[in-house]
């Protein structure tokens, strides 16, 4: 009889929550800046018409002057400019794009830039603030300019030219007079905007590619900018300039503001003394700027972390609650049939014994799917890779998917022959390709077509980048379907484990996830492509074999077990008494000469005495100082060639180096069948 731990359970995820939500509040308070979080509710005024904070730390008070502000609501506070918040946070929480902009808070007499980010799924209702004080760089940015007019007026046809102002969202650059008159535009189109074509039109021929390439540079990284170039100036002369600036971004990495000044270096000499004044007041202001960024990043990316360390206990009860159906419900069946086989063993009903058996060797199969299926999602099963080629899969595994997605699915290939090969575990494969397919005739309830299509795919940087894997080659197998389609929320939670739109019973949730983590393993990826109403394509990216191909094995069926050879002496090694005996008692059935011992110390003292054994069986991980791969090798160094069979759970298999063994090795995944462990057996000591 098994013992009830749910209480205890439950006692140590309260314990687990109560120090994840002291330490999320602690996060919070480290942030010198304002930070709140504030969820949007129903009002008077209609849906969605007010908001209130439901939390705060205590820099909010310090950046806006406003104390005690949990649980207050935004029209007590605010009232006349309800509206204007309202719309701004209102965006950030439908579209999920984060807006930063600046407000200037008259109650403490500062200048405040506000940040703020969705906070979990639309549904939630939820947006984070960040209250940033940026008095200090005003002051800044209006004390050099001050000290840029004062230099233009001081020196009139001076070292620096003009200054300009670049919004890089709207492509907007905008210029002072001084820039206008040197170079001939019209000062009121400079001060309302000119197109960068027209500024560059004045920069020399030989200097365009090197502006263009300078001004992408700094624009992807951020920070300043200093750069020498050619220009014509309006006499129709080319003079060199130094063009310095900087380039602010936003929080989610893409350029804001991209403002800067024109020095003239051909009369650098004359005014050196100014020049110089003028660049270190704007080099002082990019350090300043930079720092304050870095700074700023590093709080949000704290905040944040917290917000998703809150997502993740979400999604581990949601793991914990799949597993816990799923496997009480086999538990359920294997203890009812081993209850019923012993009933009737007391009755003498031996007729029933044979369908007991039955019912729990089958849920002991569920059991070891599931567990399968999680560890391909967390890329830890133990996969048997080889070189392939997938036309031949595809090709071979037509018939079996036309049988499960019925008659009322057109079924099209387009896969042809001269596919580069891949590494991949072959069963692993097929199995994925025929989820994905038995997942694209559940999207089509009233009839459809499903396309299966692979091709070579060669990945540049930026196509390598957007599919999240490195550059390279790639061969790519996709499905697509003519169904349902699916919403952005839904294909953005379509890998994790236990999640599925079906209803209950009619899927598990861990399809997808499975076939997420078997092209991670395999050094690939997997993605969505889906619209409501316009079918799904789901692709896998699988990396190009270069080395030989292997011949395509074809399934058949299990092959008789092999006549033991006479008294061969195997040596079995597993710390679990249980799986040890049975192991044991296996082999011995068969004809061996078996030994065993309980860990690698135990067994080297074993193999002392009886250095002759034929063959090794151990388990991977075990304690005392030794694991299974360790013990192979020490053995291997008095017997070398000496075949070994490695059984192995999940975790242990990273100590195989992922399935790259010697020669004379061969891994057998828990929980195995007694045909599988003769069958292993007599193979390698053939």
């Known amino acids: 009889m098994g013992q009830d731990l749910t209480s205890q359970h439950g006692a140590v995820l309260a314990e687990q929550l109560a120090l994840h939500q002291a330490q999320r509040r602690a996060l919070f308070e480290a942030i010198d800046d304002g930070f709140c979080i504030i969820r949007f509710i129903d009002g008077p005024h209609g849906p969605m018409s007010d908001y209130v904070h439901i939390e705060a730390n205590s820099g909010y008070q310090r950046h806006t002057g406003i104390a005690d502000i949990v649980g207050k609501r935004l029209r007590e506070i605010d009232p006349g400019n309800?509206?204007?918040w309202?719309?701004?946070?209102?965006?950030?929480?439908?579209?999920g794009e984060p807006a930063r902009f600046e407000q200037e808070f008259q109650v403490v007499g500062r200048f405040i830039e506000v940040s703020a980010s969705r906070v979990g799924p639309p549904e939630m209702r939820q947006v984070s603030v960040l209250f940033r004080d940026i008095t200090a760089r005003k002051k800044t940015e209006a004390a050099l300019a001050e000290n840029i007019e004062r230099v233009q007026l001081a020196l009139a046809a001076g070292a620096i030219i003009g200054t300009w102002i670049w919004d890089l969202p709207t492509d907007r650059f905008s210029v002072d007079e001084g820039f206008a008159a040197a170079f001939g535009f019209d000062p009121a189109k400079g001060r309302t905007g000119l197109s960068l074509a027209e500024v560059v039109e004045t920069v020399h021929p030989d200097d365009r590619a090197g502006l263009a390439a300078a001004i992408a540079e700094v624009i992807a990284r951020g920070g300043a900018y200093a750069h020498q170039y050619r220009t014509r100036r309006q006499d129709g002369n080319y003079y060199w300039l130094e063009a310095n600036g900087r380039v602010e971004l936003l929080p989610d990495g893409s350029g804001s503001k991209f403002p800067g000044v024109l020095i003239d270096i051909e009369g650098r000499r004359a005014v050196e003394a100014e020049r110089d004044r003028a660049?270190?007041?704007?080099r002082t202001l990019t350090d300043t700027l930079e720092q304050r960024v870095e700074q700023r990043t590093a709080a949000l990316l704290e905040a944040e972390a917290a917000l998703r360390q809150a997502q993740k206990m979400e999604a581990v009860g949601q793991l914990t609650g799949g597993l816990a159906h799923d496997f009480n419900n086999i538990l359920a069946g294997i203890s009812g049939s081993l209850e019923l086989l012993k009933i009737r063993l007391a009755q003498g009903r031996i007729a029933d014994v044979e369908r007991h058996l039955a019912g729990a060797q089958g849920a002991v199969k569920r059991a070891a799917s599931l567990t399968q299926r999680l560890l391909a999602f967390s890329r830890r099963q133990t996969l048997a890779p080889k070189p392939a080629c997938v036309h031949r899969i595809v090709a071979g595994m037509q018939e079996l998917i036309r049988g499960s997605v019925g008659p009322g699915i057109a079924l099209e290939t387009a896969?042809?022959?001269?596919?580069?090969p891949t590494f991949v575990d072959v069963s692993q494969l097929e199995n994925a390709l025929l989820n994905l397919c038995i997942n694209a005739r559940d999207a089509m309830p009233d009839g459809g077509a499903i396309a299966i299509r692979a091709d070579n795919l060669q990945l540049d940087e930026a196509a390598a980048v957007q599919r999240g894997l490195a550059v390279g080659?790639?061969?790519?197998l996709s499905v697509r379907d003519t169904g349902v389609g699916m919403t952005a929320d839904v294909s953005a939670r379509a890998f994790e484990?236990?999640?599925?739109?079906?209803?209950m019973g009619q899927g598990t949730g861990l399809g997808l996830s499975m076939v997420y983590g078997f092209a991670g393993q395999s050094g690939g990826a997997v993605r969505i492509y889906s619209q409501p109403g316009q079918g799904t394509?789901?692709?896998?990216?699988?990396p190009r074999h270069t080395g030989a191909e292997l011949p395509h094995d074809a399934h058949g069926d299990t092959p008789a077990l092999p006549d033991a050879p006479a008294r061969k002496k195997i040596l079995v090694v597993d710390d679990e008494p249980l799986v040890r005996s049975v192991a044991v008692e296996v082999l011995r059935d068969l004809g061996y000469d078996v030994s065993e011992a309980e860990d690698g110390p135990s067994a080297l003292n074993a193999f002392a005495a009886r250095p002759d054994i034929d063959m090794l069986v151990t388990d991977v991980g075990m304690p005392n100082g030794m694991n299974g791969r360790q013990l192979a090798d020490a053995i291997r160094v008095r017997r070398p060639g000496l075949p070994i069979l490695f059984i192995t759970g999940y975790a242990e298999y990273t100590v195989l180096n992922h399935g790259d063994l010697d020669a004379g090795m061969q891994v057998l995944t828990k929980p195995f069948a007694a045909e599988q462990l003769g069958q292993r057996v007599g193979e390698l000591l053939a």
């Open 82 to 84: 309800a509206e204007v």
């Open 497 to 503: 484990p236990f999640f599925t739109t079906k209803p």
């Open 279 to 282: 660049i270190a007041a704007l």
């Open 415 to 420: 896969v042809g022959a001269s596919l580069w």
């Open 473 to 476: 080659d790639y061969v790519a």
């Open 86 to 95: 309202l719309d701004l946070y209102g965006k950030v929480l439908a579209t």
């Open 537 to 542: 394509e789901v692709c896998l990216y699988l």
